[in-house]
């Protein structure tokens, strides 16, 4: 059974950073699509970004693109998510995912983390 274990996440002010890991285990790391999602205080699970098997290619929510960098490390079994310029809007749970497809979507993903709170502070 594939686990994926979510770190890094925090207190921040507006404006400040911070970095998201998973780590992953129990499969075949580049086996697998990876993906962040959030999950805001009263609302739905949202996508925030995605990468392939190989890390070459990437994709990311509008709200978040050129502020937040996902990136992989299949020697390590382990995916980040680098968030700079953070703003009140993106305090959520961030879920890392996984699924044998790309691009991700919500229905696709066959293994979930269990979160890291994120909360920006003004």
């Known amino acids: 059974q594939v686990a994926l274990v979510e770190s890094g996440g925090g207190l921040v002010q507006v404006g400040g950073s911070l970095t998201l890991s998973c780590a992953v285990s129990g499969g075949i790391f580049s086996d697998y699509a990876m993906g962040w999602f959030r999950q805001a205080p009263g609302k739905g699970r949202e996508f925030v970004a995605a990468?392939?098997?190989?890390?070459?290619?990437?994709r990311y929510l509008n709200f978040v693109e050129g502020r937040f960098t996902i990136s992989r490390d299949n020697a390590k079994n382990t995916v980040y998510l680098q968030m700079d310029n953070l703003k009140l809007e993106d305090t959520a749970t961030y879920y890392c995912?996984?699924?044998?497809?790309?691009?991700?979507?919500?229905?696709?993903?066959?293994?979930w983390g269990k979160g890291t709170l994120v909360t920006v502070s003004p």
């Open positions: 990468i392939n098997w190989s890390g070459d290619n990437t």
């Open positions: 995912a996984a699924a044998e497809v790309y691009p991700l979507n919500y229905n696709a993903i066959q293994f």
